[in-house]
């Protein structure tokens, strides 16, 4: 978490496995469990945002007729990789 941010608390329940895990990687961080839970919600949310804004291009591209054949994709991937099709 940023500093001088304002910040609201919230209430979650986790189950006990990964209460365990986020206090296992806090202490060996030597962060507290807030430190962790915050990391991982920013992660998330920038992630799922990033998906979310190509998933809309890739849906407007597509309205633009701006695709290409599945099998074509493939086929690139095949050669990069220099995988037998």
Request: no cysteine; proline share 5%; glycine share 2%.
């Amino acid at each position: 978490m940023r500093p001088n941010r304002p910040t609201e608390p919230i209430t979650i329940r986790a189950a006990k496995n990964v209460v365990s895990e986020i206090d296992a990687l806090a202490a060996a961080m030597d962060r507290s469990r807030n430190y962790v839970v915050n990391e991982a919600l920013e992660q998330y949310l920038a992630a799922n945002a990033w998906q979310i804004e190509r998933i809309k291009a890739g849906i407007d591209a597509a309205r633009e007729g701006r695709v290409r054949p599945a099998e074509d994709v493939f086929a690139d991937i095949a050669a990069k990789h220099r995988w037998k099709r």
